[in-house]
């Protein structure tokens, strides 16, 4: 009995990890459709979001029934309900890659970014998809080591979303307001990306030590 329900709780780790892998390539090829104004590739991350909803809504159910059924304490516990956050996270790293698909439909077939632009979200999403990536990889190895390095990435994504902004408040900003607001908001999804990202690696380090990453002398947020 006790066997068999170790497995589920396997199987709702290996679910999460699927789920994590599957909002990493739907980044990938929404910062592609962003990039190259690609209309087939947008409608395809618009498409498969229901996917990802379809598999957090599978793992609450099965967590909350171990939760109702197995009264799980201690490490199985910390599990169960790591699970049901980090689902949550991840369901909207899924939400921030459709915002960008949609952006570049709704553009479609202008280029939503300008030139100037490009390269910053050329970086930002390589970063995005690496991070889930490594999210993916933590997951189903429960490595806290690598759970704790994580945050250089998203400290690069942070300079990377400032710098942006010095690009778009320049007084020469050559493409008008509307692309200003896209732009910025654009940013501020794929910032959120790898914030969720991170949180998710937090919930293995929460599983495997029993505590929750704090924060530093510096005021910063540790792992």
Same mark, same amino acid.
């Given at each position: 009995?006790?066997?068999?329900?170790?497995?589920?709780?396997?199987?709702?780790?290996?679910?999460?990890?699927?789920?994590?892998?599957?909002?990493?390539?739907?980044?990938?090829?929404?910062?592609?459709?962003?990039? !190259?104004?690609?209309?087939?590739?947008?409608?395809?991350?618009?498409?498969?979001?229901?996917?990802?909803?379809? &598999?957090?809504?599978?793992?609450? =159910?099965?967590?909350?029934?171990?939760?109702?059924?197995?009264?799980?304490?201690?490490?199985?516990?910390? @599990?169960?309900?790591?699970?049901?956050?980090?689902?949550?996270?991840? =369901?909207?790293?899924?939400?921030?890659?459709?915002?960008?698909?949609?952006?570049?439909?709704?553009?479609?077939?202008?280029?939503?970014?300008?030139?100037?632009?490009?390269?910053?979200?050329?970086?930002?999403?390589?970063?995005?998809? !690496?991070?889930?990536?490594?999210?993916?990889?933590?997951?189903? @190895?429960?490595?806290? =080591?690598?759970?704790?390095?994580?945050?250089?990435?998203?400290?690069?994504?942070?300079?990377?979303?400032?710098?942006?902004?010095?690009?778009?408040?320049?007084?020469?900003?050559?493409?008008?307001?509307?692309?200003? &607001?896209?732009? @910025?908001?654009?940013?501020?999804?794929?910032?959120?990306?790898?914030?969720?990202?991170?949180?998710?690696?937090?919930?293995?380090?929460?599983?495997? @030590?029993?505590?929750?990453?704090?924060?530093?002398?510096?005021?910063?947020?540790?792992?």
């Amino acid at each position: 009995m006790r066997e068999a329900y170790h497995d589920q709780l396997g199987q709702l780790a290996n679910q999460l990890a699927d789920m994590c892998g599957m909002v990493g390539d739907a980044m990938e090829r929404a910062t592609t459709a962003l990039l !190259e104004a690609d209309l087939a590739l947008a409608e395809q991350v618009i498409g498969d979001d229901a996917k990802v909803d379809d &598999v957090r809504a599978s793992i609450e =159910e099965q967590s909350y029934a171990l939760l109702a059924l197995q009264a799980p304490v201690a490490t199985d516990l910390r @599990t169960v309900l790591a699970v049901i956050h980090a689902a949550e996270s991840v =369901e909207r790293m899924g939400d921030l890659a459709l915002h960008v698909a949609k952006a570049a439909r709704r553009r479609h077939p202008q280029a939503v970014l300008g030139d100037d632009v490009k390269p910053y979200f050329a970086e930002m999403g390589r970063i995005a998809v !690496e991070l889930a990536r490594e999210a993916t990889d933590i997951i189903r @190895t429960q490595d806290v =080591e690598r759970a704790r390095q994580i945050e250089d990435a998203d400290d690069a994504m942070d300079d990377l979303h400032r710098h942006l902004f010095t690009v778009i408040m320049d007084k020469d900003w050559p493409y008008g307001v509307a692309s200003a &607001v896209d732009t @910025t908001l654009l940013g501020r999804f794929y910032e959120r990306f790898a914030d969720h990202a991170v949180s998710v690696a937090k919930r293995t380090v929460f599983v495997v @030590t029993g505590r929750m990453p704090g924060y530093g002398a510096d005021g910063d947020q540790e792992l």
